[in-house]
T-cell receptor
Framework: AQSVTQLGSHVSVSEGALVLLRCNYS??????LFWYVQYPNQGLQLLLK??????LVKGINGFEAEFKKSETSFHLTKPSAHMSDAAEYFC???????????FGQGTRLTINP | DAGVIQSPRHEVTEMGQEVTLRCKPI?????LFWYRQTMMRGLELLIY????????DSGMPEDRFSAKMPNASFSTLKIQPSEPRDSAVYFC??????????????FGQGTRLTVV
């Protein structure tokens, strides 16, 4: 079964520092990949998605992610963290031919002043 | 569009009572998903519908849970009888399906259920 693993349930960075949130998927066939963000007491909001058009994907709020087939990874980055980036981030995968989204366990991002 | 609308936002009920959660998907979306979020298990897919028909309910925990979609604009998730371990945030999401697997799912704000 398709699965996705997020390394690190908690990540803490200083304001202005690089943000790196890791996501690896398990599939021999590249799936469709998504990053969502969840702010406290809110639903999930799409940050960006990989649809095989380009390996480097840019999303909202300055985030981007790079699809690396050789590493089965889709890590999320942002060059300079802002206090407003504090939230929980979820990587999700949709296998080709399937409809359901399978989510990773999430990574809680904390930004230190 | 107002997005996916869920009601109520918060529900507190006593063990043994029936609970009904409601969802209105985005107009034109043909897939509807129910997820449950807990600290221990993260986001779990409970069931999803395509054109109002249940496609995969393998994530439904047990017979106490049931979901319906009587029409394209409304779905319910019912728990009867409720138990404290059902306490969680329940999300409804909708998407456009078919060959457009690259399309994302849009989530509602969730219903926070507490069973005491």
């Amino acid at each position: 079964a398709q699965s996705v693993t997020q390394l690190g349930s908690h990540v803490s960075v200083s304001e202005g520092a690089l943000v790196l949130l890791r996501c690896n998927y398990s599939s021999s066939v590249p799936p469709y990949l998504f990053w969502y963000v969840q702010y406290p007491n809110q639903g999930l909001q799409l940050l960006l998605k990989y649809t095989s058009a380009a390996t480097l994907v840019k999303g909202i709020n300055g985030f981007e992610a790079e699809f690396k087939k050789s590493e089965t990874s889709f890590h999320l980055t942002k060059p300079s963290a802002h206090m407003s980036d504090a939230a929980e981030y979820f990587c999700a995968v949709r296998n080709q031919g399937a409809q359901k989204l399978v989510f990773g366990q999430g990574t809680r991002l904390t930004i230190n002043p | 569009d107002a997005g996916v609308i869920q009601s109520p936002r918060h529900e507190v009920t006593e063990m043994g009572q029936e609970v009904t959660l409601r969802c209105k998907p985005i107009s034109g979306h043909d897939y509807l998903f129910w997820y449950r979020q807990t600290m221990m298990r993260g986001l779990e897919l409970l069931i999803y519908f395509n054109n109002n028909v249940p496609i995969d309910d393998s994530g439904m925990p047990e017979d106490r849970f049931s979901a319906k979609m009587p029409n394209a604009s409304f779905s319910t998730l019912k728990i009867q009888p409720s138990e404290p371990r059902d306490s969680a945030v329940y999300f409804c999401a909708s998407s456009v399906g078919g060959e457009r697997l690259y399309t994302e799912a849009f989530f509602g704000q969730g219903t926070r259920l507490t069973v005491v």
